[in-house]
């Protein structure tokens, strides 16, 4: 075999190598060039405190946490999202708290450091950000913050009812700065507690009020929001409630 005709085999038996380096070369310059990071983050709009049903950052019942949501992300190859917390009160850096995988749009914050003093009822204001990460670990940009400030809860008796009535009342410390409390009620269906009414009520004395109307057999949720008097971008509050049940 002359040298022409083996030149020719080895070029041919070649290729293919090339072929694979340029194919994995690609693949890999592709992974390394993805550097375009998610959209900003958008936390759920905040509902006044007078509504039925509440959405945007809140108080929550169960405990002294503080609860918020956020619209998903748009970015197809979102993998997830990062919580963020500041302290706005002590000026303390700004923190992550949670990191959450992509089908989870809300979170409650647990952290003992929110709930309010014992002696002087009110916590430290928290703001609270989002941003979304991508299957390459680009960030996007933390959300605007969503600010919230809890404050004491109340203290609910339980509930009396009497044939197409019902009484509700509740204590509160009368030296908190309180503009106004929401009393609501709920019906457990299928599970789910859905609320079917409210009194927004902005005596202080005396702190009761009666629903009129038959109850028909079932459980039931009686709770009262506190809201306190701050500017409708730096909310601050308490919920609780007890649950009761209509034979």
Not at 25 to 33: D, L, P, R, S, T
Not at 49 to 72: H, K, T
Not at 122 to 147: Q, T
Not at 192 to 213: A, I
């Amino acid at each position: 075999m002359n040298s022409l005709n083996m030149r020719h085999r080895l070029i041919l038996l070649a290729v293919p190598f090339l072929l694979m380096i340029l194919l994995f070369g690609c693949a890999e310059e592709q992974i390394a060039v993805d550097t375009q990071a998610p959209p900003k983050v958008e936390l759920s709009h905040r509902n006044p405190d007078s509504v039925l049903v509440e959405q945007g950052i809140d108080a929550v019942p169960e405990g002294d946490y503080i609860y918020l949501s956020w619209i998903p992300s748009i970015a197809t190859d979102v993998e997830g999202y990062r919580i963020y917390r500041q302290n706005t009160d002590d000026g303390s850096d700004r923190i992550q708290i949670a990191e959450l995988d992509k089908n989870t749009l809300e979170y409650e914050d647990h952290d003992g450091v929110l709930a309010p003093d014992q002696q002087n009822g009110l916590a430290d204001g928290f703001e609270y950000s989002v941003s979304a990460f991508d299957e390459a670990d680009n960030e996007g940009y933390r959300s605007d913050p969503g600010y919230y400030k809890l404050m004491l809860k109340p203290d609910l008796n339980q509930p009396l009812y009497q044939s197409d009535s019902l009484h509700l009342s509740w204590s509160y410390n009368q030296s908190l700065d309180v503009d106004y409390f929401v009393v609501k009620l709920f019906r457990q269906i299928e599970g789910d507690w859905l609320p079917f009414w409210k009194n927004v009520y902005s005596l202080f004395w005396p702190l009761t009020v009666t629903y009129y109307g038959t109850l028909a057999p079932g459980e039931y949720l009686y709770q009262v929001d506190v809201v306190g008097a701050a500017p409708f971008d730096m909310p601050m509050g308490s919920e609780e409630a007890v649950q009761f049940t209509i034979p």
